[in-house]
């Protein structure tokens, strides 16, 4: 049977990065990665390894449908963050990333071979919480969902929601999220968040490989998977949780504090507030797919002992702990 071909956004980075992995290992699936930059060294990686590298951007429609030519999938993620890091506002980065996403959807609605579309998204925060916790990071993105329904509806019936954990990588990369040794404490550590140590929060586990897990498992079962939503991530913990196991791993003494959203926000500016809003969110509803259609990973049948959870993560981390 001819191979397939899956474009990949995102390549270079966290998620498609782990989408990249996976497929490129899957039989019967050729990758091609999309990034603004072919130079780039995660892509010449991945070119070593077999992936087609093409450039195209998010802000560019016709690029972007260069770039889906030929292709049965498209996995599709955009980032919020870089909006808000280089000197927009929240909601300006959110309204900038629906844009970049909606270039993606007409793109991808306009493909002739494409049989699967999957766009990572998350939770619609303000509409969840009757407008009391808007988090543009999330909000935009879940009205985007909502487009592809009313506007796209060929597209929608292709395409599988796809909402990630939080990333056990954040210990280690987001200086927000990384706990860091108190003065003058003898080696003790903390990590200070707005939200109880008892919070639940969805956790993502190792992205290089469980996005590409639940990517290679939505693409295997379409008849469960399209116009549905799915989660990546095997468990859900408490942040008090999240800090004993960054214990046991990095064999310091740990420890969770709560602060509040104001001085949290105080500190970290602009991104502390999204993260504070985030989490605001996540405290009231821990359970991101509630009313949704959803698929889990036993339908998916994806088996836990294939994706790392928060522990085997961060053991894999250790060195940058
Ligand atoms: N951190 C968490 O816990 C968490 C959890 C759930 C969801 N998320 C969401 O994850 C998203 C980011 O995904 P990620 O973590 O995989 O990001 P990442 O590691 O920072 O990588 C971003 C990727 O997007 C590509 N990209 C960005 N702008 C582009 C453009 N204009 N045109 C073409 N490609 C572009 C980059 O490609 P090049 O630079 O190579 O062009 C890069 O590969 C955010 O929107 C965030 O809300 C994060």
Redesign the pocket.
Known sequence: MAEKLIAI?????????GVANIMLKTPGWKVRI????VE?EK?KALKERGAEVVS????DEASLSKAFEGAHAIFA??????HLFTGKSRDESGVL?AK?ALNLARAASKSSTLEHYIW?T?PNAKKITGGKVPCP?FDY?AEVDDKIRSELPELAKKTTFLF????PS?MAF?PMCKPFELPGSYGKYVQILPTPASAHIPV?GDLSINSGVWVRQILAKPSVSKGKYAQVGPETLTFGEMMKIWSEVTGRQGEFLQSSVEDFSRIWGIGGEEMASQLVFGEAVPDWTQDLPFVGMEELGIAKEEVPGLKATLEELKALL
């Open positions: 956004t995102g390549g270079t980075g966290a998620q498609g990065g999309i990034t603004r930059n780039n892509a195209a951007n998010f802000d993620v955009t980032n919020f963050w870089e990333e970049q990572s998350l990071h993105k990630f954990g939080y990333y954040n987001f993502a």
